[in-house]
């Protein structure tokens, strides 16, 4: 806004020179995020706070009453505003400027000059939210002109919303314009407020309201958790004219939410299925594939709750044969349906111009596995060029497809500058989420597959160990242990720069290790197992078999790795039947393969034979480190199907679940 304009000027000299609604002028994606975001989604402070900021202000105010013409200058309002932001207790001061009316009459016509003065000549935000708050006890005509004026700016909507509550007329249908004439936060708060009891309101909401380019899953989750939209889509025919309506709301709502059972959920999928032949675009596939997911999804909760209920399965066994059978039928109608190569053709279309987020985007791709040219993605990255689904799918997901472009890329757009950065001693906790925090999160998960998937980048290791991360420099540090035989001469160079400068007493002392000539180390074995199954995960329905140590630690080398495990990590478990001492050896390694030892002979008899049945068995860390005589581990079973148990016949139970045909992203 201009020095020299109030900000209600400001506004009504913008929307005369870009006419329409909502108002183009306003920066949609930050325009009210702070407030809206802080009423909406944090505790705030504590009642008794707000309580006495109210009656502080309040205070302030009385103060002011007879004194219109320095109102806007007053240094005690605007010190008291700039340290406290009506956002914090707004309500509160309504509710303390209403008792105020009722208990002193004669101020009201004061109150009322007052409110004006601050919302329509008020040149600092504050001022106008709090003239805002005060006009919304005087609901006269001219009132409600200046709160449809600033209410359509994102950054007083919620002001707005909130002064009517106590004397407006026809409150929910205010609401309702306002909601439908602002965009981004300020229609998040206007949506939230909304009673869509109208069919008008209702059909609104489903066509328009849940519509966004960045708050399309807060709004249809939103619109999901009211009463009277779960009626709405109850009672609503899907038709060729609405499918893709429907097809928005199925992509981004979030159907783990409480709103809905899960069978009325299945009741609503199968209805939008039996329709699916009106699909023809990119959000209708993306629909189907949301439903393939959310079903499997629910069929493994099921799945989870009754290998751990059996008695339950028993006693309720109808019930649940009907619920399997109907995702086992819901499955097969999206999987037959999609299998048409036309649907590939519509993904590429999406992604050469994309105007759905990145996440609907990779839940397709792997749903089809589908693997573009990365090239092919560079619409998709300038909209976000360190997107976390982005990273997710090239480097998570299908990293032996992407490792190399990604490294080409990074250092493309990565500024040089971020490897000149002042070193970090520890790894920060809980950072925000911002372009550098991206890049940090990039770089980590390069490392990471570097680490898991056998890949060496020498450049990239370089910059790695001058980086200012620590979790980076760490990562970098164990990708140059694994690969110390592929080192060109410049590593060590390297590596003794960043020893002078490393400020992490543990980072340093790996440095040094690295460093040191091999023939100058003890003849221990250091060497990396060849694993044939993915990276482990722990997932509470595994199964815990035995506490145990790892044996023969003293005859590896552990040093390089002993930093960079903690209590609770993951370790591999894998059979090495070629052995020569031992028939029934189980090695044990990190999750990169490294080998820490062996699982005990006294306990690997029975463990070698559920290996060898194709189990699937792996070790948590109890120590805290392996650098020690027999470092504690417990050994567990991952369950990766029902255990059948005999029934009162004899016969097992058998739960039927679908075969793993497309790769679960995550």
Not at 280 to 309: C, M, P, R
Not at 534 to 558: M, N, R
């Amino acid at each position: 806004m201009e020095n020299n304009q109030s900000i209600f000027e400001t506004i009504c000299r913008l929307r005369e020179e870009e006419p329409g609604l909502p108002y183009r002028f306003q920066d949609e994606r930050t325009a009210g995020q702070k407030d809206v975001l802080y009423v909406l989604a944090s505790e705030g402070i504590p009642f008794w706070r707000k309580e006495d900021l109210a009656k502080e202000c309040c205070g302030i105010l009385k103060d002011l009453v007879n004194k219109e013409d320095t109102i806007l200058t007053d240094p005690v309002l605007r010190h008291f505003l700039e340290h406290y932001p009506i956002c914090s207790y707004f309500i509160e001061l309504r509710e303390r400027v209403r008792i105020t009316l009722e208990a002193e009459t004669s101020s009201r016509e004061r109150l009322f000059h007052l409110g004006m003065r601050l919302a329509r000549s008020g040149t600092d935000p504050e001022q106008v939210k709090l003239g805002i708050i005060l006009l919304g006890f005087f609901p006269y005509d001219t009132t409600k002109q200046i709160m449809r004026v600033l209410g359509y700016h994102s950054e007083y909507t919620l002001y707005v919303l909130e002064s009517i509550q106590y004397v407006f007329p026809m409150q929910n249908n205010f609401i309702f314009e306002l909601a439908k004439h602002t965009v981004g936060y300020g229609k998040l708060a206007a949506m939230f407020l909304l009673k869509p009891v109208r069919w008008e309101q209702q059909h609104w909401m489903m066509h328009e309201g849940i519509k966004s380019d960045f708050l399309a899953n807060i709004y249809t989750n939103l619109c999901i958790q009211k009463t009277d939209m779960r009626a709405y889509f109850k009672k609503t025919e899907i038709t060729a004219a609405n499918f893709t309506d429907f097809a928005y709301l199925i992509c981004y709502a979030d159907y783990n939410n409480d709103s809905l059972t899960i069978d009325a959920q299945l009741d609503f999928l199968y209805k939008f299925i039996e329709k699916r032949d009106f699909a023809k675009n990119f959000i209708d596939l993306g629909a189907l594939v949301s439903i393939w997911y959310q079903v499997v999804d629910f069929w493994q909760q099921d799945y989870d709750f009754i290998s751990q209920n059996e008695t339950k399965y028993r006693r309720t066994k109808t019930m649940w044969d009907t619920r399997i059978a109907r995702y086992e039928k819901l499955v097969h109608k999206v999987e037959s349906f999609l299998h048409q190569p036309k649907w590939r053709h519509i993904v590429y279309q999406e992604i050469s111009a994309p105007n759905e987020s990145d996440n609907l985007i990779m839940k397709v791709l792997v749903y089809l596995n589908m693997h573009p040219d990365f090239p092919a993605f560079m619409e998709v990255l300038s909209r976000q060029p360190l997107g976390f689904n982005m990273l997710d799918f090239f480097l998570k997901i299908n990293p032996e497809f992407y490792f190399d472009d990604v490294c080409e890329y990074l250092e493309a757009i990565l500024n040089p500058d971020l490897y000149a950065l002042p070193l970090e001693i520890e790894e920060p906790e809980n950072p925000s989420v911002t372009d550098l925090m991206r890049a940090d999160e990039w770089l980590l998960r390069l490392f990471e597959v570097m680490s898991e998937k056998r890949k060496y980048n020498e450049v990239w290791c370089i910059r790695g160990i001058h980086y200012r991360h620590a979790g980076v420099r760490k990562k970098a540090v164990q990708v140059l242990l694994q690969n110390r035989k592929k080192w060109s001469d410049q590593v060590e160079r390297e590596l003794q720069i960043a020893l002078e400068k490393e400020p992490n007493s543990n980072l340093k002392r790996q440095i040094n290790r690295l460093l040191q000539p091999e023939n100058q180390k003890d003849k221990k074995e250091s060497r990396y197992l060849k694993s044939k199954q993915p990276p482990l995960s722990y997932a509470h329905t595994d199964k815990e078999l035995v506490h145990t140590y790892i044996a023969g630690t003293q005859f590896h080398e552990l040093s390089g790795v002993a930093d960079f495990l903690k209590p609770g990590d993951l370790l591999q478990l894998v059979r090495e039947t070629d052995n020569a001492y031992d028939a029934n050896a189980i090695a044990v390694a990190t999750q990169a393969g490294y080998m820490l030892g062996y699982v005990p002979r006294s306990e690997n008899a029975v463990l070698a034979n559920l290996i060898d049945a194709e189990e699937r068995l792996y070790a948590i860390l109890e120590s805290p480190t392996v650098e020690m005589e027999r470092p504690k581990i417990t050994i567990v079973l991952k369950r990766t199907f029902f255990q059948a148990q005999p029934n009162g016949e004899g016969q097992g139970i058998i739960l039927p679940f679908p075969p793993p045909k497309k790769k679960k992203y995550e």
